[in-house]
Nanobody, 120 residues
Framework: QVQLVESGGGLVQAGGSLRLSCAAS????????MAWYRQAPGKQRELVAI???????NYADSVKGRFTISRDNAKNTVYLQMNSLKPEDTAVYYC??????????????WGQGTQVTVSS
């Protein structure tokens, strides 16, 4: 089965940086769009950044200029570089991918999430 595993979360002071990684493994033919979402306590899960198979990106207004999404297709991995972190960035971050697992068969997958905590 396909699995997405996030890593790189942790505790960081405001103004610091973290890089999140999400590696896809399993029966993968190809990966289309990949994205990072986050969910803070008491809030809905929100889209943070998204990247197409061709490398086109979009970001939530709250992270533009601070976060960068990228992907390494050879490694089936998507990254989120987070700079100038703010306490309001504190959340569980999840990766999401639309993945082809067989001829003409695509499914959407979620990672288990990684905690990012930004202190004041």
């Amino acid at each position: 089965q396909v699995q997405l595993v996030e890593s790189g979360g942790g505790l960081v002071q405001a103004g610091g940086s973290l890089r999140l990684s999400c590696a896809a493994s399993g029966s993968i033919f190809s990966i289309d769009t990949m994205a990072w979402y986050r969910q803070a306590p008491g809030k809905q899960r929100e889209l943070v950044a998204i990247i197409s198979s061709g490398g086109s990106t979009n970001y939530a207004d709250s992270v533009k200029g601070r976060f960068t999404i990228s992907r390494d297709n050879a490694k089936n991995t998507v990254y989120l570089q987070m700079n100038s972190l703010k306490p309001e960035d504190t959340a569980v971050y999840y990766c999401n991918g639309n993945i082809q697992i067989h001829y003409g068969i695509w499914s959407n997958y979620w990672g288990q999430g990684t905690q990012v905590t930004v202190s004041s």
